[in-house]
């Protein structure tokens, strides 16, 4: 009885830790929600506005995260 009292604090533990490698995901989110402040042109990239630099690197580093994340959860 102990053990599993034990062992479900441990699987909440490890809940709560997770839940917190989620919080990564929204940074795309927040990075991408208010246009206002990335929509301008300056600084250009190799001749890119600033507008389309800035998307394109966010997905870049979406994927980067969604892979962190999902090798978190794997283990």
């Given amino acids: 009885m102990a053990q599993d009292v034990k062992h479900d604090a441990e699987t909440k533990t490890e809940t709560k830790r997770r839940r917190w490698w989620l ?3 929204t940074l ?3 990075g991408l929600c208010f246009p206002q402040m990335y ?5 250009a990239l190799w001749g890119f506005p600033f ?3 800035y998307q394109f690197a966010w997905v870049i580093a979406s994927s980067v995260l969604m892979a962190i994340v999902y090798w978190r959860f794997r283990t």
């Fill in 23 to 25: 919080l990564l995901l």
């Fill in 28 to 30: 795309p989110f927040l």
């Fill in 39 to 43: 929509a301008r042109a300056t600084p």
């Fill in 51 to 53: 507008f389309y630099w």
